[in-house]
Antibody, heavy 120, light 106 residues
């Protein structure tokens, strides 16, 4: 069965960077785009971007361009999301989520989420 | 970006009620719409895609409809486990979520 297991909670200071990992299992890692979605406390879902694990190609939401980098390591079926120049309003749960199919961008499988707290 | 406006933002209902949640896109999205359910402290769960296709394992009391810019999620007879927050997402272009509808027990 498809599983996405994310790294643990992080506490960072403003201006720092955070890198969250998402280890995939139960399917061919390079066959499906991996997306990242975040959710600030008490707020809705915000799409951040995707990575094509096969090619490494990325597509970032305009809001995060220049601050987010999505990478992958195919040898260990793991995707990464790094967010730099952190601000207090980046405090959120960050989810990785796999596209349901190879050709669409709705999200059929989700990681458990990683809480990133930005505080001085 | 094609933005999604979801309504209502919250809704109180009773077990057994029929409820409808609406999403309106800022332009036509050709049925490229998914619905998710999220319970507190949990990741979202896919309920429907392509506006009306039920994800495997999702109860048939959930249904979706719509076309063009206007779409609805209907729960035909609310069960206790359905009290949650629901989100729509368009995937016609750069993915974008609606603001969410919190469904609470009356």
């Amino acid at each position: 069965q498809v599983q996405l297991v994310q790294s643990g909670a992080e506490v960072k200071k403003p201006g720092a960077s955070v890198k969250v990992s998402c280890k995939a299992s139960g399917y061919t890692f390079t066959g499906y785009y991996m997306h990242w979605v975040r959710q600030a406390p008490g707020q809705g879902l915000e799409w951040m971007g995707w990575i094509n694990p096969n090619s490494g190609g990325t597509n970032y939401a305009q809001k995060f361009q220049g601050r987010v980098t999505m990478t992958r390591d195919t040898s260990i079926s793991t995707a990464y999301m790094e967010l730099s120049r952190l601000r207090s309003d980046d405090t959120a749960v960050y989810y990785c989520a796999r596209a349901k199919t190879t050709v669409t961008t709705f999200l059929g499988y989700w990681g458990q989420g990683t809480l990133v707290t930005v505080s001085s | 970006d094609i933005q999604m406006t979801q309504s209502p933002s919250s809704l109180s209902a009773s077990v057994g009620d029929r409820v409808t949640i609406t999403c309106r896109a800022s332009q036509g999205i050709s049925n490229s719409l998914a619905w998710y359910q999220q319970k507190p402290g949990k990741a979202p769960k896919l309920l429907l895609y392509a506006a009306s296709r039920l994800e495997s394992g999702v109860p048939s009391r959930f249904s979706g409809s719509g076309s063009g810019t206007d779409y609805t999620l209907t729960i035909s007879s609310l069960q206790p486990e359905d009290f949650a927050t629901y989100y729509c997402q368009q995937y016609y272009s750069t993915p974008f979520f609606g603001q969410g509808t919190k469904l609470e027990i009356k």
